[in-house]
Nanobody, 127 residues
């Protein structure tokens, strides 16, 4: 069983930046994939980015490139989502997901690809 938790959400003005962090723990998580999704009001859960851990490979959804970046901490199962030039439409609950894996594909992941989820962290972009 993998436990996942997020931190770093909050309120930010349009044009601002925010950094979210995610940690995974559990005996099953020696190598794997960690990903970020978000779900806005009345919307489906949307893929943002994923990273292999601890391997050096990641993928960001095309619509998020340029404003969102994902990075990892190789000393522990942790990934970070740096968001910049935030817009009101980025307002959502941001979720981190993780799963043990021995390979990583640079592709859009689906929520159904992951069994372990954090509780989510709210990001609100408004003036």
């Amino acid at each position: 069983q993998v436990q996942v938790s997020e931190a770093g959400g909050g309120w930010v003005q349009p044009g601002g930046s925010l950094r979210l962090s995610c940690t995974a723990s559990g005996r099953a998580f020696n190598t794997g994939i960690m990903a970020w999704f978000r779900q806005g009001p009345g919307k489906e859960r949307e893929f943002i980015a994923a990273s292999a851990w601890p391997a050096d490979s990641s993928y960001i959804a095309r619509s998020k490139r340029g404003r969102f970046t994902i990075s990892r901490d190789n000393s522990k199962p942790a990934v970070y989502l740096q968001m910049s030039t935030l817009r009101p439409e980025d307002t959502a609950v941001y979720y981190c997901a993780a799963k043990p894996a021995t390979w990583f594909s640079q592709t859009v992941y689906s929520p159904s690809d992951f069994d372990s989820w954090g509780p989510g962290t709210q990001v609100t972009v408004s003036s």
